[in-house]
């Protein structure tokens, strides 16, 4: 069965600042995909990061990037130099051959 | 290029009552997916529509059922409400070929709220 954890229900940091959210996953498959989506006040699901699980080198998009790191099914998103447009949910996902698997989310907040 | 619509937004009904939310793709999308969002949890899948037939389901009841149209857009019916039916629901669609990869694009969701 595929199981996707986040341990920080809540994180803040202060604007220009370095966070890190973090995921533990598990699954049999061993051709998947891992994801981080920002979920805003908007309701609406975005695609912040995706890695893909075969490849070792860690994804970046500006000023997201991943720690991946496959043997231990820890999959954690750092963004750097936080602005006040990054608070949202975040979820962590992972998929298989189907079905996106979410986390609980990390809810993060971006004080002025 | 529209993005994915939901309607209605929100909406409340009372328990036993029968529920339906659409869902219009974006546009050249295929393949449309429906989850489950109870409050501070992480989205759940429901089922997934690709060329009008259900071609995967999640760990819902059969009282979840859903359509998908030749325009590719889709509905969720939900029949005998429960009060743990109270959610968001969050289409998300995209091309056949980008299922595998997790390429969704979502909705903003419907607010349902079962009394």
């Given at each position: 069965a595929q199981t996707v954890t986040q341990s920080q229900p809540e994180m803040s940091v202060q604007e220009a600042e370095t966070v890190t959210l973090s995921c533990t996953y598990d699954t049999s498959e061993n051709n998947y995909y891992l994801f981080w989506y920002k979920q805003p006040p908007s309701r609406q699901m975005i695609l912040v990061i995706r890695q893909e699980a075969y490849k070792q080198q860690n994804a970046t998009e500006n000023r997201f990037s991943v720690n991946f790191q496959k043997a231990a099914k820890s999959f954690s998103l750092k963004i750097s130099d936080s602005q006040l447009g990054d608070t949202a949910m975040y979820f962590c996902a992972q998929k298989g051959a189907q079905k996106l698997v979410f986390g609980q989310g990390t809810r993060l907040t971006i004080n002025p | 290029e529209t993005g994915v619509t939901q309607s209605p937004t929100h909406l409340i009904k009372t328990r036993g009552q029968q529920v339906t939310l659409r869902c219009s793709s974006q546009s050249g999308h295929n393949t449309v997916s429906w989850y489950q969002q109870a409050l501070g949890q992480g989205p759940q899948f429901i089922f997934q529509y690709y060329r009008e037939e259900e071609n995967g389901r999640g760990n819902f009841p059969p009282r979840f059922s859903g359509l998908q149209f030749p325009n590719y857009s889709s509905e969720l019916n939900v029949n005998a409400l429960e009060l743990d039916d109270s959610?968001?629901?969050?289409?998300?669609?995209?091309?056949?070929?980008?299922?595998?990869?997790?390429?969704?694009?979502?909705?903003?969701g419907s607010r349902l709220t079962v009394l």
């Open positions: - | 959610a968001l629901y969050l289409c998300a669609s995209s091309k056949a070929t980008r299922v595998r990869t997790g390429e969704l694009f979502f909705g903003e």
